[in-house]
């Protein structure tokens, strides 16, 4: 039952821009939690488990775990949003995320890792949802492309500078001792922030149902209406959907293939490193820019050149073997993920009603995140099958062009 609000609330980003900023700084850690594992799992797969070198399948069910449980949990996210607010359901994320940087430091297996990674995608998708719902719930309705784009700018950056970081961090002290420090550094801060400054925004997603859509306001739209509604039944949510879901499996590609290709390739990991987080810190830079453009320019046309600048900048990384072309492949990469990523979810923001937006974006985020298993299965069976890693580039490169096209026809 919505209780009515006796008091106006403020809508704007400038107007909120105490919560903006803390909100930020949230996602920001979010981001870097992930990036911890980026650079520095793949080496110790290897180093450790002799996983690398042996199947890349088997490697590849680390990412499978993190997409399958992070997409449901989105789902779930989402709806206790709507229940128990944004500030209970985040700093729940932060809790389940305390054994992750144990399990590394003590994994007696690769199961010890398989099973911190599902920790991890229970952490990304309570926390990362949040920091995006919240923010939601604050800005005005034409700022929404830009709120997502700096949401996205925090996080990619966070995870960008999170890898590099892990590198360096796990060069001087070790593989599994740079995690565990690094980890708890970031867990630790995290929460106590959240705890201490971050305000519960529900009542502004409360208010503006109350009373910029009152007659809409007490209509019951059940989780499964949206569902259906976000995954079969709207052609035009439908498009956006699994252009979502499919642009992950670029992402897929990055966190597996790209460090044993590339360490492979240099024999060394901070350089590695450097060239992946070049991917991380376009991709987060830019949507400084890309957010706003969509909200002055439309969603569509920058989600089809972002979709299409990516499947090139997958395509090409394998064509050369020069640090120069690996680093222009990763920020083309990275330039046409900024394109894309907060504007396909501006999309769905557009698209959604205030009663119902939080679960329309756990759903979304739910097909998105979804997309890391699906991808990594595929690029994992590729490269086994075939046994020669560039496969999986073109694999991803033509799932890429396939919905991209779907996008342009349908989106």
């Not at 590849?60 to 709507?82: D, H, L, Q, R």
């Not at 997958?314 to 990469?333: D, G, K, Q, R, Y």
């Amino acid at each position: 039952m919505i209780t009515l609000l006796t008091q106006p609330l403020t809508y704007g980003l400038k107007n909120n821009s105490p919560q903006l900023f803390q909100w930020l700084l949230q996602v920001f850690f979010v981001g870097l939690m992930l990036g911890t594992t980026r650079i520095v799992i793949t080496p110790l797969a290897e180093q450790e488990f002799g996983l690398a070198k042996d199947s890349l399948l088997l490697l590849s069910t680390f990412v499978i775990a993190f997409g399958v449980v992070k997409g449901c949990m989105n789902f779930v996210a989402g709806y206790w949003a709507e229940k128990i607010g944004r500030k209970p359901v985040h700093l729940a994320g932060w809790l389940i995320a305390l054994p992750i940087p144990v399990l590394f430091y003590f994994a007696q297996s690769w199961a010890w890792v398989v099973f911190a990674t599902v920790l991890l995608g229970i952490n990304q998708g309570l926390t990362w949802s949040m920091s995006q719902t919240a923010k939601l719930d604050i800005t005005a309705a034409d700022e929404r492309g830009l709120t997502i784009g700096l949401n996205e700018f925090a996080g990619y950056t966070g995870v960008a500078l999170g890898g590099l970081a892990s590198a360096y961090i796990s060069q001087w002290l070790g593989l599994k001792t740079g995690l565990l420090v690094f980890g708890f550094l970031i867990i630790s801060l995290a929460f106590i922030l959240t705890w201490l400054n971050i305000v519960e925004t529900r009542p502004w997603a409360l208010y503006q149902t109350q009373h910029e859509a009152p007659t809409t306001a007490t209509q019951t739209v059940s989780t499964w209406s949206v569902f259906k509604r976000m995954s079969w039944s709207d052609s035009r949510l439908l498009a956006i959907t699994q252009a979502g879901c499919v642009e992950k499996f670029v992402d897929a590609l990055v966190w597996i293939v790209y460090p044993i290709y590339l360490y492979q390739k240099t024999q060394d990991l901070p350089l590695t490193g450097w060239i992946i987080s070049i991917y991380g810190l376009v991709w987060g830079a830019s949507q400084l820019l890309t957010g706003h453009w969509s909200d002055k320019y439309g969603r569509q046309r920058l989600n089809v050149t972002g979709m299409t600048l990516t499947t090139i900048g997958v395509l090409v990384m394998p064509l050369n073997e020069t640090v120069l072309w690996w680093s222009f492949s990763s920020a083309l990469t990275g330039l046409g993920m900024a394109l894309l990523y907060p504007n396909l979810a501006a999309a769905i923001a557009d698209f959604s009603q205030p009663q119902w937006r939080a679960t329309a974006i756990g759903i979304y985020r739910f097909w998105r995140d979804l997309g890391y298993a699906i991808g990594a299965l595929l690029l994992g069976l590729a490269a086994y099958l075939t046994q020669d890693l560039t496969v999986a580039f073109w694999v991803v490169g033509g799932c890429m062009a396939m919905s991209t096209a779907w996008l342009a026809a349908k989106g």
